[in-house]
């Protein structure tokens, strides 16, 4: 049977874990092929045995299904984090999921220790909006301690319909104490894509998240962005902070963007057939002007994809802090009772070779998230410097044939974006010192 390569996941909460990079095969039953070495009697024996026991002993009855479903979610969950059983619900919400419209709180999360780990939340989501961050953990929904729950579980407690409320107990490095989040579920449909244009012809596009409308969406923004800018985009920051990944087929689309040629990604696992390069095409839509890349430790799965290629390639700056360190592969396999298991199959490879599983990607010019505040009016002076043209008998600037309105418009203009600088640093020093790289680069580019 032919395999289709896909990636039902950006998975918000709801999902089984985030940031997966699948693929689809046919039904289990038919796939089934001999495993190299025999199954153990013995093994097999001692599992019926504890089934029994259970069967007859647990303090209440247990039906058959159950059973083997809990020994099924073990046998998987005990492999990675990754590896799962889904029963029929649960695949049907993974497939409306990579559609990019979907109820639950807008966050990627993954199990941690016994605890719900947070790896990004959604832009615009519930999640994002009461202030989740990535590497929370969540040790409580409402009342109810996640220590002892499933994902599964714990995700389904996290679900329910739009307007409903939940509380979340979160425990954040630096803090000292739990915080408690309130947050109202709503029916999340994620714009993954949006732009505007900066100062100076420099544009920014924000991906949050890789759906199946993702590449159609960038096409249509980045136009936009062009229309703007009259056409002349000298430069652009890529924005995938906190971009817990998605749909294969979406980031190599994206990469295919900004590339004309070489690899994208590799696929390598233990069969042959299941390895597979992505190569890009011809045509760059920034015309090869400069681009920076913004990443930090929410970037997981296809957006270390599309910032890894982007990297080796020597196409873009990447700034920010190192990325999750999701390189490895999932294959959805349907079974004849309508679930599926997802299980790891392989690992992908940027275009140098390497593998970024728990290692993640390192920026090229690392960028600590900081906090910029107001200067103190008490600190700031209360005069302004004294220049040339303000020293007594100055001799005057008869070659200057800029009349005063012009010169007090350029003057006004600079002052707006120096204004417009300083809230920008105040409001999201990483993206102000991107935007700072990008002026370099395209400085440099237009003096070559």
Known sequence: MPRSYRVPLALAAGALIGASITLTQGVLADKAKPTADTLNFKDLQ?????LNRVKSDYVEPVDDKTLIENAVRGMLGG?????AYLDKDEFKDMNVITSGKFGGLG?????QDGFVRVVSPIDDTPAAKAGVKPGDLIVKLDDTPVKGLSLSDAVDKMRGDPGTKIKLTIVREGETAPLVLDLTRETISV???RGHMMDNGLAYLRI???????????DKVFAKLKKDSKGDIKGLVLDLRNNPGGVLDAAVKVGDDFLTQGPIVTIKGRDPD???????????ILDGAPMVVMINGGSASASEIVAGALQDQHRAVLVGSRSFGKGSVQTILPLSNEGAIKITT????????RSIQAEG???DVPIQPLKIAKADDSDTPSFDPITEADLKGSLANKDDKTSKEELEKAQAERERQAKDAQALAESDYGLYEASNILRSLTLTARQR
């Open 346 to 353: 392989a690992r992908y490879y940027t275009p140098s070779g």
């Open 361 to 363: 990607i390192q920026p």
């Open 191 to 193: 714009a993954s894509v």
């Open 107 to 111: 966050i990627e999360v993954q199990m």
């Open 46 to 50: 001692t599992f019926v045995e504890i």
């Open 274 to 284: 299941a390895q597979r390069e992505f190569d890009a095409t011809a045509g760059d």
């Open 79 to 83: 492999l990675d984090p990754h590896s």
């Open 208 to 218: 949050s998240s890789f759906t199946t409308e993702t590449a159609a969406s960038l």
